[in-house]
């Protein structure tokens, strides 16, 4: 969880900034940014039981529409996990920052630094991602303490600006810029491939864990969110000074600057660095799964991706991840909010090819309610990714994720059409040492 869970550090303060700092739409807003990742979990539920042995929405659309479908979702997801890293690192630096001011004008130098070392982590494998999961909770514990004091005794109440405008103009400023906040929906995805790590389980049990996993996500995830908008909205806390983030203000206004304010900040950079680790183990992972090494039937890549160390780490396939990373955070000027954009759009790439599959599946099946229930899925993904591809810059995300679909799908005729190219990430996931 910690790609959805850390995503709140600077999905709330994206949506402010979207809604010109208007605190009295920021809780519809994240309301409905909720509610619509509510929707595609939903969907994903079913998802789960079809496909119990993992792969996600790439193995969903290879099974619906044929294996080249898998890799729209594929290119996506590679340029969502080099954005995750990206993001994950800007925003730490910001947390930092937002904590020590006097470290502002090095925020570009601390983000490169801080993708190195996660970069570094990530090459002891299992044990790396062991260092950050151990501090995951920490994050929500520090939260719910934040919350708590802001609601009973806050140390400081802004006043909040004053709020003009019709009825109309309030609806029509919510749904131009929940879209900018669905970068909060980033990972929901994660357990769809990740319960195919548990090969000691039968396909029940992983229906069970993978479905208990999205559950808590979204309980979580939905309660978190909530309670911080909510927060700010009741103790004013509006766009934040250059140096600061609004989620950092929000800590300070509830708790002041005193040990609940250090470890709110702390776990929060901390929890950010852990979505990053992750994708550095995700993505090189799914890199490896591609590349011709000996005895793969699905290798389209070089051999270099899949060389791994003595702790099974594919470093070549980490280098080419730390490398594009710090290229996107050199690009955004270490400045997670730059980022936002970019990131929400990638992934909902994916989001929509699996949705759509699973729309064919209701559909040659004949479950016309579920058939419905996708489609509002796909309806509500849709004009999300067709809002923010509207800003402009955001076409470079979807660009990127194209090419690198193209170059996986060219790569693959070329190798001759291995058949089950589809399910590559259910088996970098079922096989994270390295081996078949």
């Given at each position: 969880m910690a790609d959805p869970v850390s995503s709140v550090a600077y999905a709330i303060e994206a949506a402010l900034r979207a809604l010109d700092g208007r605190l009295d739409l920021l809780l519809p807003t994240m309301a409905l940014v909720i509610g619509i990742i509510a929707l595609v979990i939903v969907n994903y539920w079913f998802l789960?039981?079809?496909?119990?042995?993992?792969?996600?929405d790439a193995a969903a659309a290879g099974q619906a529409f044929g294996d080249a479908w898998g890799f729209p979702p594929m290119g996506a997801l590679i340029v969502d996990f080099a954005l995750t890293i990206a993001i994950s690192v800007a925003a730490a630096s910001s947390a930092i920052i937002s904590y020590m001011p006097g470290l502002s004008d090095r925020r570009l130098p601390l983000a490169l630094g801080l993708c190195a070392l996660v970069a570094a982590i990530?090459?002891?494998?299992?044990?790396?991602r062991l260092v950050f999961a151990a501090f995951t909770l920490t994050f929500l514990v520090a939260a719910g303490l934040?919350?708590?004091?802001?609601?009973?005794?806050?140390?400081?109440?802004?006043?909040?600006?004053?709020?003009?405008?019709?009825?109309?103009?309030?609806?029509?400023?919510v749904v131009l810029?929940?879209?900018?906040?669905?970068?909060?929906?980033?990972?929901?995805?994660?357990?769809?491939?990740?319960?195919?790590?548990?090969?000691?389980?039968?396909?029940r049990d992983r229906r069970r864990f993978g479905r208990g996993t999205l559950a808590l996500t979204i309980a979580i995830v939905g309660l978190l969110t909530l309670s911080l908008t909510a927060?700010?909205?009741?103790?004013?806390?509006?766009?934040?000074?250059?140096?600061?983030?609004?989620?950092?203000?929000?800590?300070?206004?509830?708790?002041?600057?005193?040990?609940?304010?250090?470890?709110?900040?702390?776990?929060s950079a901390i929890l950010l660095l852990s979505a990053a680790s992750s994708s550095f183990a995700a993505g090189p992972g799914l890199l490896r799964a591609l590349s011709r090494t000996p005895g793969n039937p699905l290798g389209?890549?070089?051999?270099?991706?899949?060389?791994?160390?003595?702790?099974?780490?594919p470093y070549w396939a980490v280098l080419a991840f730390l490398i594009s990373s710090c290229a996107v955070v050199v690009a955004a000027g270490g400045?997670?909010?730059?980022?936002?954009l970019f990131y929400a759009v990638a992934v909902f790439v994916s989001f929509l090819t699996g949705l759509l599959a699973m729309a064919r599946f209701s559909l040659n099946e004949g479950?016309?309610?579920?058939?419905?229930?996708?489609?509002?899925a796909v309806a509500a993904v849709g004009f999300t990714l067709a809002i923010n591809l509207g800003r402009g810059y955001p076409l470079a995300s979807l660009a990127a994720a194209l090419l690198i679909a193209g170059a996986l799908y060219a790569l693959w005729v070329r190798a001759g059409r291995p058949r089950g190219i589809a399910e590559a990430e259910r088996f970098a996931e079922a096989d994270p040492l390295g081996g078949r």
């Open positions: 789960v039981a079809r496909f119990p042995r993992g792969g996600g990530t090459w002891f494998g299992h044990l790396g934040v919350v708590t004091r802001g609601w009973l005794d806050p140390v400081t109440v802004h006043a909040a600006p004053d709020s003009h405008g019709s009825g109309h103009a309030a609806l029509a400023a810029a929940f879209p900018v906040a669905m970068a909060l929906a980033t990972g929901v995805e994660a357990p769809l491939t990740a319960i195919a790590q548990l090969g000691q389980l039968g396909d927060l700010a909205a009741h103790l004013g806390v509006g766009i934040p000074a250059s140096g600061a983030t609004q989620i950092a203000d929000v800590a300070r206004a509830a708790a002041g600057d005193g040990a609940t304010y250090a470890l709110f900040q702390a776990s389209i890549l070089p051999a270099t991706f899949g060389r791994t160390n003595a702790h099974h780490t400045r997670e909010q730059e980022l936002v479950n016309h309610a579920l058939l419905a229930v996708n489609g509002v």
